[in-house]
């Protein structure tokens, strides 16, 4: 399949494109994907000349028109960017005879309701609609018209056309930024949720609507990019500042699949400028090694790196419902547990011995209820383990009592 894209180097155009270059070359190897191959992807920006397009649009089996203007200095710029090109474009098809399917890029901006009224670029991604309309009708070429509200995600250009990247480059690198209104609500589509609509449109498989005002209806006149999610500009700086903060607090949002928070903190942490993308992290320190908390989430518990010098002892302590999972990455230890308390015979229960490494890495759980240690059987090397706990250590409620195994 040969795939045109204008608009190439824009946030969508490019992200669409490495989609389209990943599953060419052979690096998305999704089932799905492979009815595509072998693929050309055809690129076209503000550089292309008009003989190149008029030869990609030759051969083009289908064609994403993603070129636009966002924000020019005159206002009648909009109606030259968006409706003038996309009718070079369909001149183009149409002079080649070439009528393949053509997605068009528009705006909720162009149902012209609410906020939007009267906006000089929902006019003109509103004329570009009709002008699709106008040519399907002529030719016969499938039209997929996508209404794409407030977009986010890598490779969005702050300070331009998206709140989100704006908010996103200010926070992550400590820049002044404001908010006129924190209450004005956003519905928000992230980009690779995009990218899949236009990927499953090159398949056949788009998702057809109709809209009434800004809701979306039952119909077959508008393709849609679905999930979607809705958040005042409040709610997003507050998610984007614990996203800065996490350096700090080692916390950890809702990660939950398709979450908004999961969307977002991907997206924020693609603007830390160059230099800044490591940062240091507390280490616990005595003569017997040292403790690092790395994460932390109130829902899936703590995440540490224990080092210990030869020969040392840790642990020696019990909890009555917090446990863990420790797992020797480098060294050797003997990790120890026993059931605290006295056996029917009133005598101690036995030890139950693991002897592990990092050379043949085996986690060994720490059960409630049970005294535990480990013990760096090297004499001459440190052992390195990563600790997971249930729970975040809370220095007020630390559920660690000492008892020796």
């Keep these: ?47 292309t000349t008009a003989e190149e397009l008029d030869a990609m649009c030759a051969r083009a089996d289908f064609v994403f028109n993603l070129a636009g203007v966002n924000r020019p200095e005159d206002p009648a710029e909009f109606m030259a960017g968006n409706y003038g090109f996309a009718s070079d474009l369909l001149a183009a098809l149409e002079r080649r005879g070439n009528a393949c399917p053509v997605m068009l890029a528009s705006s909720a901006q162009a149902s012209l309701a609410g906020r939007y009224a009267g906006s000089a670029y929902g006019e003109s991604k509103l004329a570009g609609e009709g002008l699709f309309r106008g040519y399907s009708a002529r030719t016969g070429a499938p039209v997929l018209i996508y209404r794409f509200p407030n977009l986010y995600g890598k490779w969005c250009r702050p300070n331009y056309n998206s709140a989100v990247a704006t908010f996103c480059d200010a926070i992550a690198n400590g820049c002044e930024y404001s908010v006129s209104d924190p209450s004005v609500e956003l519905e928000l589509l992230y980009i690779d949720d995009l990218v899949a609509e236009m990927l499953s449109a090159l398949l056949g498989e788009e998702r057809r609507c109709g809209y009434d005002g800004l809701v979306e209806v039952e119909g077959a006149d508008f393709c849609a990019c679905r999930p979607t999610d809705r958040a005042t500009l409040g709610e997003i700086v507050r998610l984007l500042e614990s996203f800065r903060r996490s350096r700090e607090t080692l916390s950890v949002p809702d990660l939950a699949d398709g979450s908004l928070s999961k969307k977002l903190w991907s997206t924020f942490e693609s603007y830390y400028a160059e ?100 013990t760096n059987l090297s004499d001459t090397d440190d052992l390195v383990t990563v600790m997971w706990a249930n729970e975040p250590f809370d220095p007020e409620d630390p559920d660690t009592y000492y008892e020796e195994v």
Excluded at 22 to 31: A, P
Excluded at 313 to 322: F, L
Excluded at 352 to 357: H, L
Aim: glycine share 10%; hydrophobic share 35%; proline share 4%.
């Design 275 to 374: 230099g800044s993308r490591a940062y240091p992290l507390k280490a616990n320190c005595d003569d017997r090694g040292s403790f690092t908390e790395f994460l932390r989430t109130p829902e899936r518990g703590q995440v540490s790196v224990n080092v210990s010098r030869p020969g040392v002892t840790k642990g020696n302590h019990w909890h009555h419902s917090k446990w863990e999972r420790f797992l020797v990455v480098s060294g050797e230890a003997s990790i120890k547990l026993r059931r605290v308390g006295e056996d029917a015979g009133g005598g101690r229960y036995p030890v139950d011995e693991y002897v592990v490494s990092g050379s043949d890495m085996r986690v060994v759980e720490m059960i409630p209820g049970y005294t535990h240690s480990i």
């Design 1 to 47: 399949m040969r795939v045109l894209v204008t608009g190439a180097k824009g946030f969508v155009g490019r992200n669409l494109c490495w989609a389209l270059k990943n599953i060419r070359d052979g690096k998305d190897r999704r089932e799905r994907f492979q009815a595509l191959l072998p693929l050309e992807v055809m690129e076209c920006d503000i550089e």
